[in-house]
């Protein structure tokens, strides 16, 4: 080739270029489109709301069993979103989302900050508030 020249592409290598350019375009639009969510998630996390041990939690933290209906309903807005347009079902999804909140420390729901432990609170060394019933 002649210095000063461009090159042209071969028919092979136009179409490598073309089938690149396609692949970046439809990458591009389906990065641009409305992505349903996957109901695993939801289902995983409302198996993990039913399980024994974070329901022992929730009945020694609160003293009641977790009912998981937050858990439950996210379980059925994503079914629900698989069946309606994708308008629809963004802004239901969005909806939901906004309806949650933002997540509750535990400690600011139960308990009240303490400098000194309360009235009567047995330690050692110190006499019981209240005799034993065997008199002790």
Same mark, same amino acid.
């Given at each position: 080739?002649?210095?000063?020249?461009?090159?042209?592409? %071969?028919? %092979?290598?136009?179409?490598?270029?073309?089938?690149?350019?396609?692949?970046? =375009?439809?990458?591009?639009?389906?990065?641009?489109?409305?992505?349903?969510? &996957?109901?695993?998630?939801?289902?995983? !996390?409302?198996?993990?709301?039913? !399980?024994?041990?974070?329901?022992?939690?929730? +009945? +020694?933290?609160?003293?009641?069993? &977790?009912?998981?209906?937050?858990?439950?309903?996210?379980? &059925?807005?994503?079914? +629900? !979103?698989?069946?309606?347009?994708?308008?629809?079902? =963004?802004?239901?999804?969005?909806?939901?989302?906004?309806?949650?909140?933002?997540?509750? &420390?535990?400690?600011?729901?139960?308990?009240?900050?303490?400098?000194?432990?309360?009235? @009567?609170?047995?330690?050692?060394?110190?006499?019981? !508030?209240?005799?034993?019933?065997? @008199?002790?």
């Amino acid at each position: 080739m002649a210095e000063g020249k461009a090159s042209v592409p %071969t028919a %092979t290598e136009q179409a490598e270029l073309d089938f690149e350019a396609a692949s970046v =375009k439809a990458t591009e639009e389906a990065k641009a489109r409305f992505q349903r969510p &996957k109901c695993s998630k939801a289902i995983a !996390s409302w198996r993990l709301c039913c !399980s024994p041990g974070l329901q022992f939690k929730h +009945y +020694y933290v609160y003293g009641t069993i &977790k009912p998981c209906s937050e858990e439950w309903a996210d379980i &059925k807005t994503c079914i +629900y !979103s698989k069946f309606v347009p994708d308008d629809k079902a =963004k802004a239901l999804l969005e909806e939901r989302e906004q309806a949650k909140g933002k997540p509750v &420390k535990v400690e600011e729901l139960v308990w009240e900050k303490r400098d000194k432990p309360p009235e @009567g609170w047995f330690h050692p060394g110190a006499k019981l !508030s209240t005799p034993r019933p065997d @008199g002790r």
